[in-house]
């Protein structure tokens, strides 16, 4: 079975401060991802990876960073958290092997800005 | 630009009877879609997915149509039972090109038992 682990379920963060959300996956897989949720619009992608090293920006990259350097861990960095960041995180990994794949999602991390 | 779309936020069902969920994309480039299912507070799970090549793929009780002209696809489950009730998401990729994942806005769906 593939995991995908999300070291936090919830975070309370301070405006201002630096916060890490750390995603690590078992499952050798090539691609990971972090998307943000909000009620009504969906699953946003901040930013993917599609080997070590290498990042993209998503959809909303804005006031966030990420890290990878090891295959099976993908990190989010918010550089300086606003209560606008208050939101569930979700990373996720999916293979490159064969065309058509799915991506599995951790459990998410809730992130409170106060 | 919101590249996948569910235009429905909300959905109830009688329990037994059928739910039809609906999603419209617009970019052609698009070959490969899913169907994630998430409950609140757990990330989304891998319901069903079809390729570009079909029009159709069954999974007992969940069934995803695939209209290309359209731009539509949508996801049938029968029969709806309480435990179906949950947020679903559609999402849409190239899997020949960068491999990410474009998602919708979702649908919630209440099965009334």
């Known amino acids: 079975d593939v995991k995908v682990t999300q070291s936090s379920r919830y975070l309370v963060k301070r405006t201002g401060e630096k916060v890490f959300l750390e995603c690590v996956q078992d499952?050798?897989?090539?691609?990971m991802f972090w998307y943000r949720q909000d009620p009504g619009l969906g699953l946003r992608l901040i930013y993917f990876?599609?080997?070590?090293?290498?990042?993209e920006k998503g959809d909303i990259p804005e006031g966030y960073s990420v890290s990878r350097e090891k295959k099976e861990r993908f990190s989010l960095i918010l550089e300086s958290a606003s209560t606008n960041q208050t939101s569930m995180y979700l990373c996720?990994?999916?293979?490159?092997?064969?065309?058509?794949?799915?991506?599995?999602f951790g459990q998410g991390t809730r992130l409170t800005v106060v | 630009d919101q590249q996948v779309k569910q235009n429905s936020p909300s959905l109830s069902v009688q329990e037994g009877r059928i739910s039809i969920l609906n999603c419209d994309y617009t970019?052609?480039?698009?070959?490969?879609f899913l169907w994630y299912k998430k409950y609140p507070a757990e990330g989304p799970t891998f319901l069903i997915s079809?390729?570009?090549?079909?029009d159709k793929n069954e999974d007992g009780r969940f069934t995803v149509f695939l209209n290309k002209s359209a731009k539509h696809l949508s996801l049938h489950i029968v029969p709806s039972q309480p435990g179906d009730s949950a947020v679903y998401f559609c999402?849409?990729?190239?899997?020949?090109?960068?491999?990410?994942?474009?998602f919708g806005t979702g649908t919630r769906l209440k099965v009334l038992a």
């Open positions: 990876s599609y080997d070590v090293k290498m990042k």
């Open positions: 499952m050798d897989h090539e691609n």
């Open positions: 996720a990994s999916s293979s490159k092997q064969g065309l058509d794949t799915e991506a599995f």
């Open positions: 999402a849409a990729s190239r899997a020949r090109g960068t491999y990410k994942y474009i």
């Open positions: 079809i390729s570009s090549i079909k």
């Open positions: 970019n052609s480039m698009f070959d490969y």
